[in-house]
């Protein structure tokens, strides 16, 4: 346990990357179990995540995130997207997704999916993509622990032309839209910002037992 705490400590959104070194695919593969692994309103995961490699691609979600140096520096991006809308589909999808893992009988979970559809189909369209953007940021959380137990740095960044980046990444076609970006790879040597001491308000503050 303590040295998930260290490796929390040691963790910083990472502003200067070491363009050379990449992530591994083993690790990456580690990242992205991490993330799949995530927890989820229902189990839903009404997201969608891209991870981009491409050096061209790079180059053109650099320019639509205002020049910022980790967009090319960085060895992966993972771009996380999340539905903008949802009909019975997405529950009906898990649904039978559910049955065929857990190895039951069809209709098992009629009761399960009728509290899902009950409690989210009925949502206007702009609250279905304020809870499914909520489920991209459980997400992201997992990558970026996991990415500190690997040593891997990452830097979370919502700073980005999100239109941009759907029209890039031909998201809006798909029903879906960028919320968030999570750089990773390896810090440069020279990113002064890696001896800054971690800055979080005091546990006193943040904490109320009851």
């Not at 949802?86 to 039978?96: A, P, R, T």
């Not at 001491?197 to 904490?207: G, I, M, S």
């Amino acid at each position: 346990m303590n040295n998930y705490i260290d490796q929390l400590n040691w963790r910083y959104a990472t502003k200067k990357f070491d363009a050379s070194k990449k992530v591994s695919t083993s690790d990456l593969e580690l990242l992205k179990e991490a993330v799949q692994l995530s927890a989820s309103s229902y189990g839903l995961q009404p997201y969608k995540i891209l991870v981009v490699e491409d050096e061209k691609v790079k180059q053109q979600l650099r320019e639509a995130g205002y020049g910022q140096s980790q967009f090319t520096d960085a060895s992966h991006i993972f771009v996380f997207t999340h539905r903008t809308d949802f009909g019975e589909e997405l529950v009906d999808s898990y649904i039978s997704h559910a049955e065929r893992i857990q190895e039951i009988e069809e209709g098992s979970l009629k009761d399960y999916e009728k509290v899902m559809k009950n409690s989210l189909m009925d949502l206007p369209q702009e609250a279905k993509s304020g809870w499914s953007a909520r489920q991209a940021y459980l997400a992201i959380g997992n990558l970026l622990s996991a990415a500190a137990m690997f040593k891997i740095d990452a830097c979370p960044m919502e700073g980005f032309d999100a239109d941009a980046f759907d029209k890039i990444l031909d998201l809006k076609d798909q029903n879906l839209h960028a919320v968030a970006v999570v750089a990773v790879g390896y810090r440069s040597e020279d990113d002064k910002h890696q001896y800054d001491k971690k800055v979080r308000r005091p546990q006193a503050e943040l904490f109320e037992t009851i």
